[in-house]
């Protein structure tokens, strides 16, 4: 799998700005995954800004498969000196002497902004923390009747089935939750089934 990754402003055929692009491979290290769940190196990591990174990290389907998630690092000036600064005894301009000084004026943190499952068993996605903490996780649901397509069939296929997204409900710390990949079978049902989906995790 690839990563589109743009940058920059270059002019473009049309005399327009277009931003240049380039692909990026990506892909899990192989046997990434174990009976206990993901392995270290299992994730591959590409940087495509200054604060914004994507991840590939390994999934379970019945031909090689991944999930992708992005990343974004959020810097803020650390405490004690915005608690300086509110208290009027430090400046902008200080601050950027000390920058210029050498000194680390800013904390980081890196926050799981957006995951995406792909085709996978949902065991795959429990094995990957960062994507049930993501502000949103689209995650594949391709089965939901269990009368008709059973649990069973969801995980020889390497799918996910709507009862065992409500299983493990206490499990996601998502923001958003958007369910996708039904089944043809699952038509008939129109918008039943995300409403139906939605219903179960609140």
Same mark, same amino acid.
């Given at each position: 799998?690839?990563?589109?990754?743009?940058?920059?402003?270059? /002019?473009?055929?049309?005399?327009?700005?277009?931003?240049?692009?380039?692909? #990026?491979?990506?892909?899990?290290?192989?046997?990434?995954?174990?009976?206990?769940?993901?392995?270290?190196?299992?994730?591959?990591? #590409?940087? #495509?800004?200054?604060?914004?990174?994507?991840?590939?990290? /390994?999934?379970?389907?019945?031909? /090689?498969?991944?999930?992708?998630?992005?990343?974004? +690092?959020?810097?803020?000036?650390?405490?004690?000196?915005?608690?300086?600064?509110?208290?009027?005894?430090?400046?902008?301009?200080?601050?950027?002497?000390? !920058?210029?000084?050498?000194?680390?004026?800013? +904390?980081?943190?890196?926050?799981?902004? &957006?995951? &995406?499952?792909?085709?996978?068993?949902?065991?795959?996605?429990?094995?990957?923390?960062?994507?049930?903490?993501?502000?949103?996780?689209?995650?594949?649901?391709?089965? &939901?009747?269990?009368?008709?397509? /059973?649990?069973?069939?969801?995980?020889? !296929?390497?799918?996910?089935?709507?009862?065992?997204?409500?299983?493990?409900?206490?499990?996601?710390?998502?923001?958003?939750?958007?369910?996708?990949?039904?089944?043809?079978?699952?038509?008939?049902?129109?918008?039943?089934?995300?409403?139906?989906?939605?219903? &179960?995790?609140?």
């Amino acid at each position: 799998m690839a990563l589109l990754d743009s940058g920059g402003t270059a /002019p473009g055929a049309d005399g327009g700005g277009r931003p240049p692009e380039r692909v #990026v491979a990506m892909a899990p290290t192989p046997a990434a995954l174990s009976e206990g769940g993901m392995t270290d190196g299992g994730v591959t990591e #590409v940087t #495509v800004g200054r604060d914004c990174t994507v991840q590939a990290w /390994p999934t379970i389907h019945r031909v /090689p498969s991944q999930g992708y998630s992005m990343w974004r +690092t959020k810097r803020s000036l650390r405490p004690e000196l915005a608690a300086e600064m509110a208290a009027g005894r430090l400046s902008t301009r200080q601050i950027a002497q000390l !920058r210029r000084d050498g000194a680390e004026v800013e +904390t980081s943190s890196r926050q799981c902004v &957006f995951a &995406f499952s792909g085709d996978t068993t949902l065991q795959a996605v429990l094995d990957y923390p960062p994507a049930l903490e993501a502000e949103a996780l689209v995650l594949e649901c391709t089965y &939901f009747d269990a009368a008709r397509h /059973p649990v069973s069939l969801a995980h020889e !296929r390497g799918h996910v089935h709507l009862s065992e997204i409500a299983e493990a409900a206490s499990r996601f710390r998502n923001r958003r939750l958007v369910l996708m990949h039904f089944s043809a079978a699952c038509k008939q049902h129109g918008n039943a089934l995300p409403v139906l989906g939605l219903r &179960f995790l609140r």
